[in-house]
């Protein structure tokens, strides 16, 4: 999730559990040490596959994560020792906020490795888009609250009442996804289509309209799946360019991204470079990560030392919009296929 969401979530467990003894310092504190664990973004693996690929990673370790709660909790207690409240409340508090930043994570697209060192694929629960307004601002509207009028009285409630509503909305966006796969299911049971593997996850800033991708071979199928749908969904066919995966069996960056991703990914020749992309995140046709993995030179492929980011194709606010308008009005056709053809694009100028 974004930053500022780890923060409140952060500051919002720590102010219900100690905000009684630390007032509004609770708050601060928690934001704090919501958001240690992103540090890892300023470390410099390599490339960018690395860069991608050991986010999220030891520094989100419920295995390292709960160490490190117990080493700040022994510190505050010989440091800065405060007999209102026990030491086990005090390491509760450590671990829940330092852990409930990787667990929601988890419930995003990216993959965050909860289990490090140990090697499963990421975990991706993959119900809620990585900036949720509906999820962050009861939270945001509590933290505010605490540090204005303090935490006192009624408005020592408010983060215990915003934790529980935010909860239940990840409960909710559950639901949805569980709803959006079964309805897919069955019009791939309807068309005798048998998916290699179905990935769901919703669609930009909303948990109400759902992308839906199903792995078919040589091709994935997209479609969007609505709470206020009355019609099976509708599967756009596009090539995932899977022959050109080939020519990268002897990179272990691309095998490391194919763990990660779980496979998720398309390939496309754009000029004389074979591109790789990251089909879980973003919105279909505009994908953060893509990797240039290889050149053509000599009639053969030739793979890249340095692993670099394609450059970025962002959607606009009218595709937004088109979106927005398909959660309430399911009639409205959204052009995936279009859309995800625009990942073809020719090579930018500084890449030529």
């Not at 289990?115 to 509207?141: G, N």
């Not at 791939?188 to 309209?209: K, R």
């Not at 030739?302 to 979106?323: H, K, N, S, T």
């Not at 296929?337 to 930018?348: D, G, Q």
Request: hydrophobic share 45%; charged share 15%; glycine share 8%.
């Amino acid at each position: 999730m974004d930053s500022i969401t780890q923060a409140v979530l952060g500051a919002s467990i720590q102010g219900a559990l100690l905000g009684r003894w630390q007032g509004r310092k609770a708050l601060v504190y928690g934001a704090m040490l919501g958001t240690l664990p992103d540090l890892d973004v300023m470390i410099d693996y390599g490339d960018a596959v690395a860069d991608m690929t050991y986010h999220r990673g030891f520094s989100h370790s419920l295995f390292v994560l709960t160490g490190l709660a117990l080493v700040l909790a022994w510190l505050c207690r010989r440091f800065r020792n405060n007999p209102g409240y026990s030491s086990q409340r005090l390491f509760i508090t450590l671990w829940l906020v330092l852990i409930t930043h990787p667990l929601l994570d988890s419930f995003t697209s990216y993959g965050t490795q909860l289990f490090w060192p140990l090697m499963p694929t990421p975990t991706a629960w993959s119900s809620i888009f990585i900036i949720d307004p509906i999820y962050t601002l009861p939270l945001l509207f509590a933290v505010i609250a605490g540090l204005l009028f303090g935490l006192r009285g009624k408005p020592a409630k408010m983060p215990a009442l915003a934790l529980a509503f935010s909860t239940l909305y990840l409960g909710f966006t559950l639901t949805g996804k569980l709803m959006a796969e079964q309805r897919v299911e069955a019009q791939l049971a309807s068309q005798g289509i048998e998916a290699e593997a179905i990935f769901s996850t919703p669609t930009p800033f909303n948990s109400l309209l759902w992308r839906v991708i199903v792995l078919d071979g040589e091709s994935y199928h997209e479609s969007l799946v609505g709470w206020f749908d009355r019609q099976p969904p509708q599967l756009s066919r596009i090539s995932r360019g899977t022959a050109l995966a080939d020519a990268l069996q002897g990179s272990p960056a691309h095998a490391r991204l194919a763990w990660f991703t779980n496979g998720l990914l398309r390939y496309d020749r754009i000029g004389d470079h074979l591109v790789v992309t990251d089909i879980r995140l973003g919105m279909t046709g505009f994908h953060p990560f893509r990797f240039d993995f290889a050149q053509w030179q000599n009639g053969q492929w030739q793979l890249q030392r340095d692993i670099e980011m394609w450059p970025e194709q962002r959607g606009d606010w009218q595709r937004l919009g088109l979106l927005w308008s398909r959660i309430w009005q399911p009639h409205i056709e959204v052009p995936l296929a279009a859309w995800a053809s625009e990942l073809e694009r020719p090579v930018p100028d500084n890449l030529d």
